[in-house]
């Protein structure tokens, strides 16, 4: 038989070798800081626009009752469960992101706890497969981006194949063949493109889900014996050519690799719910509210000075449409707007509702857009507010809370779980709030996920 090799090769022997004993403690805390994080944005997107629709699919598509839907009794095929526990996670864009790259943990989460309870995994073997997934996607994301920016207008959740099809497979106890087929099949379920960012559309969801539920699926596949490709990396249609600007930067695969785990080095966790890019322009302008608010905003002129990042995804024209709420999430006018008005960004502020707020959505229309070409920095901008009379009052923004620069604590993060779950549309996330984020914490010695899984369903 003819070897084939390629530079995955040696991420697969390393992602199948470490046993979770063996990983750092601070490692494992990560991880489930990830996990609350993602908890809190499934409580907080509950029952968002599209996720009801997400489940009775689900239910309709899902032979067999393998794994939880969070919040609820029901039980699905664990693909199924994870498809709508990720949709959930992602439905307010209020989920963890590494950027240049994806967001792991809307999609890795779901994968996790659904694998984890069809094998009975322990707790500490969860959390290394997220920690392992994690590293195997961002050494592959870091390489791809060496020479550059490497998004072409794809949906970069394309990462999230790897990682979770790399939880996926160590949950479920793949054979060393199985577990590199497992990870060709993902690949092979490349998804997505930027434009439904763009076009402010519910796909922004589903894709997440997509991904959670085609990372099971590839590993499941691979387990009944389908292979799936080998040169996943370097192939002549592999992920490095169809995707990176230029040569990887094959060191990066290696570098550390077994005793260095990414991740944590660049996940941004966010404090306001929308995208990551305007996570600075709501800080600054939360900052400078009380000064801003003396002027009479109706006879003021706003420029808003973007990135070329900010102005291609989140610099359209504010009008908010019969999904007024992905429109707010991805409007740099509309974060400013809705940080003037009402001085805060929760969840409530980025409802359907608020989204199409007669007086938000007017001074939103009224904020003038302009790129600034030579910013590299995707969140870097600035409010110029003009007003007859007096010098203009100019707000800098960049490197918003939550990015690596300027991060999140963990008290931080469990303030954020606690105010989503009061905020869910889900009783059973509001009544059981702490109890879940007592399990999380306990989780490294969990003998299973059962405990936690109980803690997310209504009591009986």
């Known amino acids: 038989m003819k070897t084939i090799n390629d530079p995955i090769d040696t991420l697969l022997e390393a992602a199948q070798a470490r046993t979770a004993d063996t990983l750092p403690v601070s490692v494992l805390a990560f991880q489930r800081l990830r996990i609350l994080d993602n908890l809190a944005c499934l409580a907080a997107g509950y029952d968002g626009t599209g996720t009801g629709a997400a489940q009775i699919l689900a239910s309709r598509w899902s032979g067999c009752a393998e794994a939880s839907v969070l919040g609820s009794t029901l039980r699905l095929a664990a693909g199924q469960a994870a498809f709508v526990n990720a949709v959930r996670a992602r439905a307010l864009d209020y989920c963890d992101v590494i950027s240049p790259g994806w967001h792991p943990s809307s999609s890795?989460?779901?994968?996790?706890?659904?694998?984890?309870?069809?094998?009975?995994?322990?707790?500490?073997?969860?959390?290394?497969?997220?920690?392992?997934?994690?590293?195997?996607?961002?050494?592959?994301?870091?390489?791809a981006q060496a020479q550059g920016f490497f998004y072409k207008g794809f949906d970069s959740n394309v990462l999230g194949l790897f990682s979770g099809s790399v939880i996926a497979a160590r949950l479920l106890r793949l054979q060393p063949a199985e577990f590199n087929s497992a990870v060709g099949l993902a690949f092979d379920f490349g998804i997505g493109t930027f434009q439904h960012y763009q076009d402010k559309t519910l796909a922004v969801r589903i894709g997440q889900g997509l991904v959670a539920r085609h990372?099971?699926?590839?590993?499941?596949?691979?387990?009944?014996?389908?292979?799936?490709?080998?040169?996943?990396?370097?192939?002549?249609?592999?992920?490095?050519?169809?995707?990176?600007?230029?040569?990887?930067?094959?060191?990066?695969?290696?570098?550390?690799?077994?005793?260095?785990?990414?991740?944590?080095?660049?996940t941004c966790f966010k404090p306001y719910p929308h995208c990551s890019i305007l996570l600075a322009l709501?800080?600054?302008?939360?900052?400078?509210?009380?000064?801003?608010?003396?002027?009479?905003?109706?006879?003021?002129?706003?420029?808003?000075?973007?990135?070329?990042?900010?102005?291609?995804?989140?610099?359209?024209?504010?009008?908010?449409?019969?999904?007024?709420?992905?429109?707010?999430?991805?409007?740099?006018?509309?974060?400013?707007?809705n940080a003037l008005l009402r001085g805060r960004a929760t969840p409530l502020q980025f409802s359907a509702a608020s989204a199409r707020e007669y007086d938000v959505v007017e001074l939103a229309q009224r904020i003038q857009i302009a790129e600034v070409s030579e910013w590299s920095r995707f969140d870097q901008c600035r409010l110029i507010v003009s007003s007859e009379g007096r010098a203009p009052i100019v707000v800098e923004a960049a490197y918003g809370k939550g990015w690596p620069e300027n991060p999140l604590e963990a008290s931080d993060l469990l303030v954020k779980f606690i105010q989503c779950c009061n905020q869910s549309g889900c009783l059973t996330f509001r009544d059981n709030a702490e109890d879940i984020a007592s399990q999380i914490e306990r989780l490294e010695g969990a003998s299973s996920v059962a405990a936690l899984l109980r803690a997310t369903c209504p009591k009986t």
Request: glycine share 8%.
């Open 108 to 143: 890795d989460i779901p994968v996790a706890l659904a694998c984890a309870e069809l094998s009975g995994a322990t707790g500490s073997e969860l959390l290394a497969a997220l920690a392992i997934g994690q590293d195997f996607a961002q050494r592959i994301n870091m390489a």
């Open 215 to 266: 990372a099971i699926e590839a590993a499941q596949l691979a387990a009944a014996g389908i292979s799936g490709p080998r040169r996943v990396l370097n192939g002549e249609n592999g992920f490095f050519n169809l995707y990176a600007p230029g040569l990887p930067d094959l060191s990066q695969l290696t570098e550390g690799l077994g005793s260095r785990f990414l991740g944590q080095e660049a």
């Open 282 to 337: 709501t800080d600054a302008l939360l900052a400078a509210r009380t000064d801003l608010m003396r002027l009479d905003l109706a006879k003021c002129e706003m420029r808003l000075e973007v990135s070329p990042t900010m102005r291609m995804v989140c610099g359209a024209r504010y009008e908010p449409t019969e999904t007024a709420e992905i429109d707010a999430q991805f409007s740099a006018c509309y974060v400013a707007a």
